[in-house]
């Protein structure tokens, strides 16, 4: 699943992950995130892109909350354009951090760890 609030990064980063051959579902918001992996027609994704701005929240509460709401944690990358927060990232928890733009076989790469592709 990639979380970004602007629709452009987010789309085009689950349409490569989805040329890949990954189920990758685009969410724009933390409502939209914890509704997608909730409910009857739940989603339970391997990996999280996630941005740490978000309009409803930050990525940082939303990592949290989705890790709770799943049944297996997923693996946890920030995908943003703040520099410097690499450490606080690590302390949260997420598993990697990569500046925008991030070079797409990397992004790649780093699903391929935690997703083997459908």
């Known amino acids: 699943m990639v979380v970004d609030d602007h629709p452009d990064s987010a789309e085009a980063t689950a349409q490569l992950l989805a040329l890949h051959g990954h189920d990758a579902r685009a969410v724009h918001s933390r409502s939209e995130a914890l509704a997608t992996v909730g409910g009857d027609d739940a989603f339970a994704p391997e990996v999280v892109i996630l941005d740490v701005r978000l309009p409803d929240g930050d990525g940082f509460t ?6 709770r709401a799943l049944p297996v944690r997923p693996g946890l990358i920030v995908h943003t354009g703040l520099p410097g927060l690499d450490q606080k990232c ?3 928890g997420f598993d990697h951090y ?20 459908t």
Do not use: F
């Not at 939303?62 to 890790?67: G, N």
């Not at 990569?98 to 083997?116: E, N």
């Open 62 to 67: 939303l990592a949290a909350e989705l890790c």
């Open 90 to 92: 690590r302390a949260a």
């Open 98 to 117: 990569v500046l925008k733009p991030a070079d797409p076989a990397v992004l790649v790469d780093l699903v391929g760890r935690y997703a083997r592709p």
